[in-house]
């Protein structure tokens, strides 16, 4: 066992064995990759696809200067009791992408593992990267410019744990809030891995480091073990900062102090409508978030979107009265979309309509039910809906 550097920087921190027994059972359990179609099921572990797409890598002359777990994972590893859980297996492979050349090799690489994961007796030689790509990947995407250069591949589970491959040469900004800042380097127990011919103990096991892009690593893990909101420089959040933050408060997360919450919400709500100003744009992100981020959790879709209505009711001071009530009618039928899928919509006399909606807010699965304002408030199934009902 390696002997930690004695001037580690406040970013930093090694990890205990309790993390390294949770971050080596993500690295070996075997998560599926399910195909479209006829394909088969994919048994991959997340070790050997990081192992296999790094060699290639090295092998077409890119540079990986090192492998790293993030996102809500990282933060599963340094504190299981933190109540975000995670889905998604995020891992990033800090590379050298000077160019489109760079990027194309990455991506055929990753496409090409895939034919090592396939189950014995596929023929292999009739498929094309592109048959793999829309048998397996769920998204891809790149961003090229002057202060962002990255790729992702995100290969398709059924169950929302996607393992999502980033590959980055540059990236301003790598976190949104402090408790989704943690990257964990991978480099000394993947070299484990390979070298080893003992299995891991408390008193044998490499040293792993644990980094927090926000800079100060034990305030980070303070915020995640008692569930602070904090970030810094709010203004570089991009548009979906907001739905992270409303999923953080369905969660039980909580900004420092009011003053703060406020600061925050309304820089949030400023960036939304900046990215998203269509209401179509705006309806196509609700509901991707949604699918991606509450798979198995739809209990919790409707508390998660009043949350977010009140926010943005609370805290949007850049729009137009009109352009306000258009993005609050539409998260009013996301969440009436909710109800009726878990066919908890009771019937509601004395329903007062107050204005005719925008046609958009009509919609099929809901029998073309118009939105409006109930009166009284009433409960259900230990639920109060004080907001937005169908009218009669």
Known sequence: KKTPPSNLCKCYNVLNWEQVQRLDRILTETI???????????EVKPRQIVQVVRSRLEEKRIRVRDVRLNGSAASHVLHQQSGLGYKDLDLIFRADLSGDKEFQ????????????????????????PLTLKEAYVQKMVKVCNDSDRWSLISLSNNSGKNVELKFVDSLRRQFEFSVDSFQINLDSLLLFYECSENP???????????????????????????KVIATRNPEEIRGGGLLKYCNLLVRGFRAASESEMKALQRYM????????????????KLESYLQNHFLGLEDRKYDYLMTLQRVVNES?????????????????????????????????????????????????????????HVQPVFTCQQHT?????PCN
Request: proline share 5%.
């Open 385 to 389: 809906y004080s907001t937005w009902l």
């Open 105 to 128: 090799t990455v991506k055929n690489v990753v496409l090409d593992c895939l034919l090592d994961f396939l189950p014995e007796g596929v023929n292999k030689e009739k498929i094309s």
């Open 200 to 226: 891991m103990s408390e008193h044998f096991h490499p040293s792993i480091l644990g980094e927090s892009v926000y800079g100060d690593f034990e305030q980070a893990l303070e915020h995640l073990q008692h």
């Open 316 to 372: 949007t001071v850049c729009l137009m009265g009109h352009e306000r009530r258009q993005t609050l009618n539409l998260i009013t039928v996301l969440a009436l979309r909710v109800l009726a899928e878990q066919n908890i919509i009771p019937n509601v006399a004395n329903v007062t309509c107050y204005y005719q909606p925008a046609p958009y807010v009509t919609d099929a699965n809901f029998n073309n039910y118009y939105i409006a």
């Open 269 to 284: 709500c400023s960036r939304f409508f900046i990215d998203f100003s269509d209401i179509g744009e705006q309806q196509r």
């Open 32 to 42: 599926p990759i399910h195909g479209r179609g006829n394909f088969p099921t994919l």
